[in-house]
């Protein structure tokens, strides 16, 4: 599997930006993934941002980022989103999407066996 990760950039605080994942698999097998987006400050451990089941139908969110970012999947276009609102300078970090092999969603790291590359988005105060 591999994941193509985009949609990063520079924003100023209070914007929003829309991110993407495009998973390189069939449709059939898109589904069979959980899907995350995580991110890594300079410095900083990697943390989840996001989580979503096969089926959209339940999702997590880490504390922070609840009720400013939403995640979304497309099945049929193999590909899951990341909507950022009401961003902060502390949002700043390198992106990435993650598929794991489970029908639920799941919350380490170690869960998930597919990493995109990364995409960066920056936050100006």
């Known amino acids: 599997v591999q994941l193509q990760a985009y949609g990063g950039g520079l924003v100023q605080a209070g914007g929003s930006l829309r991110l993407s994942c495009t998973a390189s698999?069939?449709?059939?097998?898109?589904?069979?993934?959980?899907m995350g987006w995580f991110r890594q400050a300079p410095g900083k451990e990697r943390e989840i941002v996001a989580a979503?089941?096969?089926?959209?139908?339940?999702?997590y969110y880490a504390d922070s980022v609840k009720d400013r970012f939403t995640i979304s999947r497309d099945n049929a276009k193999n590909t899951v989103y990341l909507q950022m609102n009401s961003l902060k300078p502390e949002d700043t970090a390198v992106y990435y999407c993650?598929?794991?092999?489970?029908?639920?969603?799941?919350?380490?790291?170690?869960?998930?066996?597919?990493w995109g590359q990364g995409t960066l988005v920056t936050v100006s105060s």
């Open positions: 698999v069939s449709e059939r097998s898109f589904s069979s993934y959980v």
């Open positions: 979503i089941n096969w089926n959209g139908r339940t999702t």
């Open positions: 993650a598929a794991g092999l489970s029908m639920r969603v799941v919350i380490p790291t170690q869960e998930y066996d597919y």
